[in-house]
């Protein structure tokens, strides 16, 4: 019981107040009442709470925006979402997801390699990651190669003058392959993506979180 109050005590307001300010503890404050205390609980050691470490979990937010309206455009098909006013939006919802992704992809990256999170046995980990980038990267290409508009060819002419891979990769690179360049889209890239962002959650949770540099060297 006594084990009880101490961390009651620990994640009371007043006590987050004195931590981390009153503003900051004003915007953490919903994850520790009901009923988002039991969803989202103290979970993580004092080092990782900061926005640094939230970075991850936000490029995965932004994987969920681009798999949820990534569906609906693919089943309502090109011609809705470049006539439509709600195509239009949807389609800007998931291109300015992409750019999400990419933007907090790199601060994760960034942190992970500022606070030596990679190191050790870690270190496997932080080659998923990498390739998970550099997989999203080609998921990146072949979405604009499948938006069926004037930039889709814009970006096919450069792939060709640019990367030299038109005639050996049979013309995949080109609006001409829709199917193809959509069924990559949708099917192939997205998958390889998300079976190794579960893999790189996993290896999180099994080898817990890595203490900043700072907190190692004191240890």
């Known amino acids: 019981m006594a084990e009880q109050t ?11 107040v004195e931590e981390h300010g009153l503003l900051r503890a004003l915007l953490e404050s919903f994850a520790y009442i009901k009923p988002f205390g039991g969803m989202f609980g103290k979970i993580v050691p004092f080092y990782a ?4 470490y939230a970075m991850g979990g936000l490029t995965f937010l932004m994987f969920v925006f681009l798999t949820l309206s990534g ?10 979402w470049l006539t439509t ?11 300015w997801s992409a750019q999400g992704f990419f933007f907090f992809a790199l601060l994760h990256l960034f942190r992970v390699w500022a606070t030596g999170s990679y190191r050790g046995r870690r ?29 889709s060819q814009f970006v096919s002419m450069h792939s060709d003058d640019m990367l030299f891979l038109q005639p050996f990769f049979f013309h995949l690179f080109s609006p001409g392959n829709f199917t193809a360049d959509l069924t990559i889209h949708i099917a192939l890239l997205p998958v390889a993506i998300f079976s190794l962002i579960l893999a790189h959650v996993v290896l999180i949770r099994l080898q817990g979180m890595s203490k900043p540099l700072a907190v190692q060297k004191e240890g």
């Not at 101490?6 to 987050?16: A, G, K, N, P, Y």
């Not at 709470?49 to 640094?52: I, P």
């Open 85 to 95: 006013p709600v195509g239009y939006f949807l389609k800007s919802f998931h291109y």
């Open 49 to 52: 709470e900061s926005y640094w």
């Open 6 to 16: 101490d961390e009651v005590q620990l994640d009371s307001f007043r006590q987050r």
């Open 123 to 151: 270190i496997f980990n932080w080659w998923i990651g990498l390739t998970i980038f550099m997989l999203a990267m080609g998921e990146n290409l072949f979405g604009l190669l499948a938006r069926g508009d004037w930039e």
């Open 71 to 80: 569906v609906i455009l693919a089943l309502l098909g090109p011609y809705w």
